[in-house]
């Protein structure tokens, strides 16, 4: 399984962007697509995560209300809607395939990068 990000890019501080992940590959047999972030001398930290076949989705306490996950189960792709970027929302982020949730990934994408200017 393959997991390709795109949309990352640079942003104004109360801007918008969105990030898209595309799987590929034979076999995929997760359930989940997730999104987590990583900022420079910080642990990688989850986001949010999407099921695969049902609109059931975990938002991190951290992003409710700014960032919405959503899939495309046809085109098995996931999408990370960010609105009101802040600067500290830098970072690298990274999609990412597991069984639940919040569980052990079992597929990670190459990261995007997204910087937050103030």
């Known amino acids: 399984v393959q997991l390709q990000a795109s949309g990352g890019g640079s942003v104004q501080a109360g801007g918008s962007l969105r990030l898209s992940c595309a799987a590929s590959g034979r076999s995929f047999s997760s359930n989940y697509g997730g999104w987590f972030r990583q900022a420079p001398g910080k642990e990688r930290e989850f986001l949010a995560a999407?099921?695969?076949?049902?609109?059931?989705?975990v938002h991190a306490d951290l992003v409710k209300g700014r960032f919405t996950i959503s899939r495309d189960h046809a085109k098995k792709t996931v999408y990370l809607q960010m609105n009101s970027l802040k600067p500290e929302d830098t970072a690298v982020y990274y999609c990412a395939a597991s069984h639940l949730p919040r569980g052990a990934v079992l597929h990670w994408g190459q990261g995007t990068q997204v910087t937050v200017s103030s």
């Open positions: 999407i099921s695969w076949s049902s609109d059931f989705a």
